[in-house]
């Protein structure tokens, strides 16, 4: 009962483009969507997140959009830059506080 | 503050054996959490605490699993009688309620291997 599907394992994306990552969720029971970035032998680290009642919600290079219809969740970084290399998850807050995380996309930066 | 520190970085032991890892939070966030993450998954909820009560805990955490946080600061998660199935990176993550949306903020995790 997966309530978080990152379809994608893996992005490649040359440097200065935008990358675009997705996610599907099968319950609408959610406050709120986040993202969260993680690098080989660290914690993930929050990225950005987005209220339920929006649609939208920008930070910098980062904008995150919501489709409650769909209930799709997607992740625009644009320009892309080599350091945002790393694997994404996207996340849902559920119950008493936790999260609850897709299998996550890596990403990859090319020059 | 550094952050959450966990502690050790590193464990290898074989089948069998007890393990115990350590959790320190940011001082000021009073929830705790341990996930769990295997090759290729997202990392996956074991049990929470606030302060010192552990409020709720996985179906994945079975029996040989337990976890406290006796004065309601560092935390332990024990795993008895480890199995290779147990292997897999052990994080730890502190909140506070105020920013409990977006407030987490994770260790770098126990990686365990189990052989």
């Known amino acids: 009962d997966q309530q978080v599907k990152q379809n994608s394992p893996s992005l490649s994306v040359q440097e200065g483009r935008i990358s675009i990552l997705n996610c599907d969720y099968t319950?609408?029971?959610?406050?709120?969507f986040l993202w969260y970035k993680k690098y080989p032998a660290e914690g993930p680290t929050f990225l950005i997140s987005?209220?339920?009642?929006?649609d939208k919600n920008e930070d910098g290079r980062f904008t995150v959009f919501l489709n409650k219809s769909a209930k799709h969740l997607s992740l625009h970084i644009v320009p892309s830059q080599p350091g945002d290399s790393a694997v994404y998850f996207c996340d849902i807050i559920q119950g008493a506080q936790k999260l609850v995380f897709g299998q996550g996309t890596r990403l990859t930066i090319n020059p | 503050d550094t952050g959450v520190s966990q502690d050790p970085r590193h464990k290898i032991t074989k089948r069998g054996q007890n393990v115990t890892f350590r959790c320190d939070p940011i001082?000021?966030?009073?929830?705790l959490y341990w996930y769990r993450q295997t090759l290729g998954q997202g990392p996956e909820f074991l049990t929470y605490?606030?302060?010192?009560?552990?409020?709720?805990k996985s179906r994945l955490l079975s029996d040989r699993f337990s976890a406290e946080r006796p004065k309601g600061s560092f935390s332990t998660l024990e795993i008895q009688r480890t199995e290779q199935g147990d292997s897999a990176m052990y994080l730890c993550a502190s909140s506070f309620p105020r920013t409990g949306y977006n407030g987490y903020t994770f260790g770098s995790g126990t990686r365990l291997t189990v052989v």
């Open positions: 319950n609408s029971m959610f406050d709120y």
């Open positions: 605490f606030q302060n010192e009560a552990q409020l709720e």
């Open positions: 001082s000021e966030h009073n929830r």
């Open positions: 987005i209220s339920s009642i929006k």
